[in-house]
């Protein structure tokens, strides 16, 4: 509870309800206008207009957004992305690949070619990260789901 005093003497409380989002989440459960609106998105039609005609995808939603617990220690869970189309520096290097600490938000800026296997990159990573912060136990990437399989497995093998 946090207490407020005014210049006037005023006082003003405020408290805090621990369990506010799992009371929203219990409501958004029981509320039937949400479920309908997620029932009709099930499958999504887009139209997309390309060079020589109008395509249509068929795809199916990809579900609420799940929100990303926060870690409890530095360097335990991480984030990577790739930022490619830069020129080529004296070392070949034409992209960096950025991995982020969740937890305090410090990254390392590694420069990389984009024509790196995973391997490299697993070897790299462990060159880089895991020698000064130790091995993650989660990353958090938006590559596809076979990208971070390999890179796992690259890992293990670094």
């Known amino acids: 509870e946090l207490y407020v005093r005014g210049q006037h003497g005023y006082w003003a409380s405020l408290r805090v309800e621990p369990d506010l989002i799992s009371r929203i989440k219990k409501t958004q459960k029981e509320d039937s206008e949400i479920w309908t609106i997620i029932k009709n998105l099930d499958e999504q039609t887009e139209f997309r207009l390309d060079e020589d005609d109008v395509k249509i995808e068929h795809q199916r939603a990809s579900g609420l957004l799940q929100p990303l617990d926060i870690p409890v220690w530095k360097w335990d869970e991480i984030s990577m992305d790739f930022v490619i189309g830069l020129p080529r520096t004296q070392r070949r290097h ?36 895991v020698r000064l912060h130790g091995t993650s136990s989660a990353i958090v990437s938006d590559r596809d789901p076979r990208f971070a399989s390999r890179f796992w497995k690259g890992l293990q093998k670094a």
């Open 94 to 129: 034409d992209a960096i690949w950025v991995v982020v600490d969740r937890l305090t938000k410090s990254a390392h800026f590694l420069p990389i070619r984009k024509d790196y296997s995973v391997s490299k990159l697993a070897d790299t990573f462990q060159q880089e990260i």
